[in-house]
């Protein structure tokens, strides 16, 4: 039974789920965008493989596989948690945020939830579609299994905080659209949804070792080939834990000193 | 006396503009120069409210009333000075604050948008943890009093301004919170709507609740407030009972006259000693007692000197209350004189 003190929070994910089939528009036009992503990838890959030898360790089945689960990392948290935060902190509606009873990041990431419900429906659904129509993948062993599934539901914690993040960017800069799309171009590239980063130069892969955003699409993807297992596996997860509770804290200082500078623009 | 519900000591905001010529090349240079000017837009505010006490917060644009309301609601880190609220510090305690307190601004809506305005306040009754039998009988209450049987099903998108209004009125209502601050909560509205949402406040001051109100239009005050604080430039230039300052205004009177054709101000000045005639040949005011001039004598006094064109007859505004001030009409009372 969910506690009293959740109650705030249920609801507020309850309501983002319920506005959130409200823009059917730009979710389905997000999800075009990411459908076509993914086909041109799996394409790509195909023609790539298409002589039988792996690359980098990657058989054709096996891409296919990767593609697939970072094409669902990339489904889930979309950036409607940043944008609708941006557009609150700049038209000066987060100064209602600011007297209701709930704590900001708290109350963010139970949005962030409440849209994920609806996320992770449509990937599954893309998902199966995309099976059908370019052939089976590997499925990995219980154990194995059980590790991709913790690092998968790691996805959502980690790739909100770094989403969340760059929105409280918004009290420093008014231009918060160049924001995220950087954080969109450099998160692609570095968590390794667009190519693995077995493929990557040294200096590139230390790099994307080094920093989160690996863990929202290459660490799952890896857990899920088995590419990592047993320990190799378990640290990955636990970098990503790490993260959490590292960006979660950031992340908190950062909203208070936010707010010490908070000037709310109107009336 | 016990400690004030509100109790404000020495607030103070500072807003730092940056100082930036016009265009990228402005913008440009403040980034290496990063020069701003200070703007004190609160500037030293000492204010006591007693609980079930109402008070009607008033000044020109830009006085700092806005201001005022997101320090005391937590909303705005003051630059310094000391705020406390129900005995607890707002913007450090946010949570705490929020459950003592409803906010209406009118000029942003807290409903959702995409959603029916039904569904904003279930999600206030999980925020705030209403018990299910409470928030019914609030619903119920409110819906009444505030006529929103209509609008329940409506997407907040839908509402006009004035049924906006009334449903954020009951969204910041619904905890049934015991400090109230409206920020300008008739702006934009009908004169109909104007006077439900004037009824409203009577009954929630009646009740009980103690309520901190801005607003420039004087009519949303009468009869809600006892107590008035008048500010300017950021700080309080009065403080006291309504009655005196309505008793103060209820004398004065402005008559604007555009004649057809310009005539001398000397003349008419001459003609109604004791008043006070300001603007141009072709448009002027004319600021008369009513105790000592009708408007009828005021206006037939110009007509013996000009035809008139056009004109008008106003009653006094916020405007008139800050000059008054000013011109040391209202004698400031000793409780809420600033330091
Ligand atoms: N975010 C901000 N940055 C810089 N200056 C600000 C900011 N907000 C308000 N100010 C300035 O502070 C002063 C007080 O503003 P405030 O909004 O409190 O006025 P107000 O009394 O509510 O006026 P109005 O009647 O027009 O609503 C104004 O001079 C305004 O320009
Ligand atoms: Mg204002």
Redesign the interface.
Known sequence: MPSVAMRPYLAIARISWRSALAYRIPFVLSLCMMVFNLLAMLSLWRVLLASGHPLAGFTWPEMRAYLLVSFVTGCLVSSFTDFTMAFRIQSGLVALDLTQPVHYQRARFAQCLGMTVLESATAAVVCGAALAAFGAIPVPALPQLALFLVSLVAVVPLKFLIVYSSGLLCFWTHNYLGVSFARAAVSAVLSGALVPLVFFPGWLRILAEVLPFQGIASTPALIYLGQASGWDAVRLIGIQLLWIAVLWAGASAAWNAALRRLTIHGG | MDEPLIRARALTKT?RRPDKGPGLAGSARHLITRKYTEHHAIDGIDLDVAAGEAVAYVGRNGAGK?TTV?LL?????PSSGEVRVAGVVP?QD??AN??N?G?V??????L?W??PVR??F??L?????IPPERYRATLARLTEVLDLGPLLPVTGRKLSLGQRMRADLAAALLHEPPIVYL??PTIGLDIEVKDRVREFLRDLVANGTTVLLTTHDLGDIEDVCRRIVIVDGGRIIHDGPLAAVRDELARERSMHVQPAVPVDLAAIRAALPGTEVSGEPGEFSIRFDRFAYSAGQVAAAVMGLAEIRDFRIDEPGIEDVVRRVYEGGLVESPTGAPA
């Open positions: 807003f806005s997101k609601t937590g909303i705005l880190v913007h946010r949570i929020a459950r307190i906010v601004f009118g000029q942003r809506t807290q959702w995409d959603l569904e904003t279930t999600l009754r999980d925020m705030y943890r920020d300008e």
